[in-house]
């Protein structure tokens, strides 16, 4: 991806994914979702399961 009119913009897309804060709060949202989908998917289906 190259932008070549707008450099600021380019910069803040290098930045945010170069950002190590960045990726630790997407690493834990996937996370995240991930270990609570079958959580979520049993609710949908009516059944009970224990939360941590």
């Given at each position: 991806?190259?932008?070549?009119?707008?450099?600021k913009?380019?910069?803040?897309?290098?930045?945010?994914?170069?950002?190590?804060?960045w990726?630790?709060?997407?690493?834990?949202?996937?996370?995240?979702?991930?270990?609570?989908?079958?959580?979520?998917?049993?609710?949908?289906?009516?059944?009970s399961?224990?939360?941590?």
């Amino acid at each position: 991806m190259t932008i070549q009119k707008n450099d600021k913009f380019k910069v803040k897309i290098s930045y945010i994914d170069k950002s190590s804060t960045w990726n630790k709060l997407n690493n834990f949202l996937i996370s995240y979702i991930i270990e609570n989908y079958d959580i979520m998917e049993d609710l949908k289906n009516g059944e009970s399961k224990d939360v941590k």
